[in-house]
Nanobody
Framework: QVQLVESGGGLVQPGGSLRLSCAAS????????IGWFRQAPGKQREGVSC?????LKAYADSVKGRFPISGDNAKVYLEMNTLKPDDTAVYYC?????????????????WGQGTQVTVSS
């Protein structure tokens, strides 16, 4: 069992920044890859970014160059810069078996509770 707890969401103006954190714990955590998804109202969930244990990272095209991911399996961060209204969504931390080139966690098995990010003036 893996537990994931997100923090760091909130309300920010366009062009602003936020940092999301995901604290991971649990049995055999080193067998999992950690990453971020998001889901906006009325839209499908999409992968944002994920990071492998060897440090390799992947990003969705929509966030490439703006949302660097960092950390290790115990704590993963998503630095969200130059935020746009289209980035408004609930952001979920997830643990799965792989990291796809579009930033999506492959075969996600565990999810955090989600944290709301709202970008609005």
């Amino acid at each position: 069992q893996v537990q994931l707890v997100e923090s760091g969401g909130g309300l920010v103006q366009p062009g602003g920044s936020l940092r999301l954190s995901c604290a991971a714990s649990g049995f055999m955590l080193d067998r999992y890859v950690i990453g971020w998804f998001r889901q906006a109202p009325g839209k499908q969930r999409e992968g944002v970014s994920c990071i492998l244990r060897n440090g390799l990272k992947a990003y969705a095209d929509s966030v490439k160059g703006r949302f660097p991911i960092s950390g290790d399996n115990a704590k993963v961060y998503l630095e969200m810069n130059t935020l746009k209204p289209d980035d408004t969504a609930v952001y979920y931390c997830a643990a799965g078996r792989g990291c796809a080139t579009d930033g999506a966690i492959v075969a996600a098995e565990y999810w955090g509770q989600g944290t709301q990010v709202t970008v609005s003036s």
